[in-house]
DNA sequence: TCGAGGCATGTCATCGTTGTCATTGGAACA
DNA sequence: TGTTCCAATGACAACGATGACATGCCTCGA
């Protein structure tokens, strides 16, 4: 560095700093240029306190829903020359805690989270770091929650099935531990309320911690004197174990409402009727909303949730009617297939 | 940190150096407990020239497949104590090379990348940054690859078609100038000759980049004159677009073999006969071979190819037989059917 | 012509950690 | 008891960058 030019009056080039002339700053350009010269950014984060990174976490990346999210999220941030470290807290609260304070400690100049429950960084000290929550509501001074209208999707997709006929609607979704399935839980019932139908606890499964689980609900759904004719899963994951159940149990005349649009669902027989949360444009718009917070003058920044839009797919296996009443097993083939 | 008791012995204990007594060890240990000190992950990297981090280069994380092998990744990578950085180069090759240099920058322990080619990092001046490729052969002086046996599982693929008697078979792809794909239309020309069956580049499509381009060419395929009895797709993504392509058009019947297993290929009428190159044993067996590269003691490690091996799974839509010669497009929809 | 003022640039210290070398104190040996 | 030696610890510089401040020079006005 020193050969070419000047001395450390690069690291007013490289921070744009409007005192330097014109000229010299052209020959530093030129000499980084020809040198290759690529500042250290460990240096700079130590000495300057902040880090052009943005640490994300999430439940774990293998989901399909969490890699688009994070897939916009890393694609809007890496535009905007961060650097994104993205770590997967496999829903456990306290690494959770750890990996946003380590997020901290490496100075990142922000962090969105999808939060394990709503206090889950309650009482961390975090100094000024910017926080974001995405799909899920979170609790942090200063935070911000980018959100899809949970409870009112999940009133419309119960909304959806009871006007299709349906009085034993079936809810399988994980712990209502976390915020969204919650609220989603919520707005369930507020449909069921509307409809005038009662609510019965049975058709409620609130253990399917991923899809591994569902299996067995679903066995037990149908083993019920007075088995559901219509299910809804409350996230994409289930949604994959649900479908592959009704198929295997021969059971694909339920009517079936997913929550989050996945990939093939138009294709399947009957192609899956969803709630397409876009999980492309909440992490796009958490992205943003971080990336607004990143300005140097962000001061007066809401702290409201953003409730981001979405809608309802039509495509056939949330439109199916309640199954005549039988307890002939072989009308689960319908009628007409070979 | 000087409170309670030494000065900068700290240091030492952090580094587990035996010259530290361990009486004073247990009173440092104790105090960094009781201050909650965490040792300045940048500071430490600056002055040590490394850093506990490991960067991962992909295509981009959105794709099912690349999803699953980052998270075994990450799993692995973050159990043993490294912070993972991830970027997608959205196959900008020239992307590709400058997140890999940052990494460098970075002082990344080492690096796992999913090339654009082979050659993708050519001449680039990494020092001795530990390299892993992973799904696809790379080039690098000291790297190590860690890959399917494409050229085998192809052949495999498309012998399983002819043994059903296909003799018209198409294959649909991105660019050759991916190594992966370039061995899997190897292995399938392979195929093709050990049945005896003449090439006929206009079953070859090699041009469909992206899902989006599957429509098109799903199209023009059963407009030729002799269109294809079976189809194979030589990546996840691409049998994304694959099935809806055929179920749009009404052409379910065509035998179909997918090179990459995926959420709900059982499920669907047919049920999708695929080839499972287990993503999550593709990462695990990366960040494994990486590691394995980081140990301190680490130097004649191979540089052979590693091969994870991989099975046919058979659901039923490779099993299909070639369609009766007709040029009546009624045929497609499958007798029986309302 | 001289001084004030501002622009452009340089000097120095510093961020938190670790490598190198110096220092201390006590045990072991002659 | 004196000397040697080693174990345990401390002092200091340095990693590469930047913030605070100092300096030099040129312009402008009196």
Request: hydrophobic residues 40%; glycine residues 8%.
């Amino acid at each position: 560095m020193m050969a070419e030019v000047s001395i450390k009056t690069a690291s007013r080039v490289l921070n744009n700093d409007p005192s330097v002339a014109p000229a010299t700053r052209a020959k530093v350009l030129e000499a980084m240029r020809e040198l290759d010269y690529r500042p250290d950014p460990a240096a700079r984060s130590l000495r300057a306190g902040r880090d052009r990174s943005v640490g994300v976490v999430v439940e774990g990346i293998g989901d399909v829903f969490v890699a688009s999210l994070v897939a916009s999220i890393e694609s809007r941030l890496s535009d905007a020359g961060y650097q994104v470290l993205i770590t997967s807290s496999h829903r456990d609260v306290s690494r959770e805690r750890a990996i946003v304070q380590d997020f901290q400690q490496r100075r990142c100049a922000g962090v969105i989270v999808m939060p394990g429950s709503e206090n889950s960084l309650e009482g961390l000290r975090l100094g000024d770091l910017p926080v974001v929550f995405v799909d899920r509501v979170g609790e942090f001074p200063g935070s911000q929650s980018v959100v899809s209208d949970d409870f009112g999707l999940a009133r419309i997709a119960g909304q959806h099935l009871t006007s299709h006929g349906h009085r034993r609607i079936a809810i399988v979704s994980d712990s209502q531990s976390v915020p969204t399935t919650r609220d989603r839980h919520a707005g369930f019932r507020q449909a069921m309320a509307d409809g005038g139908i009662t609510f019965d606890p049975d058709l409620v499964r609130d253990d399917c911690l991923d899809e591994s689980y569902v299996r067995d609900a679903i066995d037990q759904l149908f083993a019920l004197e007075h088995p559901p004719t219509a299910l809804i899963a409350t996230n994409t994951r289930l949604s994959l174990g649900v479908v592959p159940a009704l198929h295997l149990v021969g059971r694909t005349d339920t009517a079936f409402l997913a929550f989050g649009d996945f990939p093939m669902a138009e294709s399947l027989t009957p192609a899956i009727t969803a709630i397409d949360h876009s999980p492309h444009r909440l992490g796009q718009i958490a992205a943003e909303t971080l990336l607004a917070r990143l300005e140097p003058g962000a001061i007066d920044v809401s702290t409201e949730p953003i409730v981001v839009p979405a809608g309802l797919i039509v495509r056939g296996s949330g439109e199916l009617p309640p199954r005549p009443t039988t307890q002939n097993p072989s009308a689960a083939i319908p009628a007409g297939a070979t």
